[in-house]
């Protein structure tokens, strides 16, 4: 199949940049598309058949539901069975915007949109792409990450065109995501809600609007081997992993910063490929390692120059600025793939706020492998 790729400017676009892609999603095909968490793998929602071609795309299991995008709140109804107020109190405050709500479907969705379940997903994207993109097709649109299965979510065009370039009909390359982790999922069909997936609206955030919200205890886990079954199908999966064996150094940060040296000098000297998942704060730490090479916040990710060293730092940005961290996640760990790294070290994030996002994607990345030091 060859993939269309068509650049949309949001400061600047019309009827006409949207009219192939809409006609393209009316009639079942695949169209992905750029939104504020990450892009998307966009099919019609209502249509059983462009759901299943999402799952062949993605080579990802059908027993693993989809998000149906919205462009306004008045596109709910035809969805679920009722809705609850606390979906208004969460949409007056949230959306558009990352905060995705399990709902009660009603018939209209089929259960191959919703993984076989009696829920519904439903987010409403404040990116003015999405929005104009959902509008244009008239239709509400099923669309989980668009990568690979198992692969880092994409936040830019080219890691679309990466991992699905002749699997889907479209990309509508629209820049960078700016928010760069999935959306924050919230379950409304259980007394207290529960958070299934932590994202950009925290924890804190969502208290005020419903003070007795909590995390589904599967969100908080830091072990692979603690047996407690997630509520969101997704978050069993191995997700995010990069191809090299990716372990996170927790503690002191002189601890984890001589740690993860000394680790990078081990695997060098055995003649591996080592990338190094560092912060402003901790990078010049490395800065003596011979023959490594630094990348700074995504900037001159890829790029092949320096092509003989052994050992990649990669700076993701400030620890004291969470929210460059989660938008360069996924970037910096597709970077590792890219340079084949063998071993990859990461120190951990603080958890909390954001954090507890940051750390969810980066612990499941990992595989939960985490050492105390
Ligand atoms: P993705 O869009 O790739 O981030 O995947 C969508 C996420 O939403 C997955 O983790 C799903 O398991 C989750 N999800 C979608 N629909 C439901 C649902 N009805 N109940 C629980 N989780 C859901
Ligand atoms: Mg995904």
Do not use: C
């Not at 003596?288 to 320096?306: C, L, P, Q, V, Y």
């Amino acid at each position: 199949m060859k993939t269309v790729i068509k650049k949309i400017d949001a400061s600047n676009m019309s009827s006409e940049d949207f009219k192939e892609a809409a006609e393209l999603l009316r009639a079942g095909k695949l169209v992905a598309f750029p939104t504020e968490t990450v892009y998307g793998l966009g099919g019609n929602a209502y249509d059983s058949t462009a759901s299943a071609r999402i799952y062949a795309a993605k080579g990802r299991p059908s027993d693993n539901p989809l998000i149906v995008h919205i462009s306004e709140f008045s596109e709910i109804e035809p969805l679920v069975s009722h809705i609850p107020e606390e979906a208004r109190r969460l949409s007056d405050r949230f959306w558009p915007g990352p905060l995705t709500m399990i709902l009660d479907k009603s018939d209209a969705i089929p259960k191959e949109t919703t993984g076989g379940l009696d829920t519904v997903a439903i987010r409403m994207p404040s990116h003015p792409i999405a929005n104009r993109l959902i509008k244009e097709a008239g239709i509400p649109i099923a669309a989980p990450s668009a990568n690979a299965s198992g692969r880092p979510s994409t936040t830019k065009a080219e890691h679309v065109i990466e991992d699905l370039d002749g699997r889907i009909d479209m990309i509508i390359d629209g820049g960078s995501s700016d928010i760069g982790l999935e959306s924050t999922i919230v379950d409304l069909t259980v007394k207290p809600a529960l958070i299934l997936r932590p994202g950009y609206i925290t924890l804190e955030m969502l208290r005020e609007a419903l003070p007795d919200i909590e995390y589904d205890r599967a969100v908080l886990k830091r072990t692979k081997d603690e047996n407690i079954v997630a509520k969101a199908p997704g978050m069993k999966y191995r997700h995010y992993a990069p191809k090299g064996d990716l372990t996170i150094f927790e503690g002191d940060i002189d601890a984890v910063s001589g740690t993860i040296k000394k680790k990078v000098l081990e695997k060098l000297e055995a003649g591996h490929v080592v990338g190094v998942l560092t912060s402003d704060e901790l990078a010049k730490r490395y800065s003596d390692i011979t023959n490594a090479r630094f990348i700074h916040g995504g900037s001159n990710a890829g790029s092949k120059e320096n092509a003989d060293a052994r050992v990649f730092i990669y700076d993701i940005g400030s620890r004291e600025n969470e929210a460059e961290i989660a938008a360069g996640l996924f970037d910096a760990l597709r970077f590792f793939d890219e340079i084949k790294a063998e071993f990859i070290y990461a120190e951990g994030f603080t958890e909390g706020g954001l954090g507890q996002a940051i750390m969810n994607r980066l612990m499941k990345a990992a595989g939960y492998h985490i050492v105390e030091v």
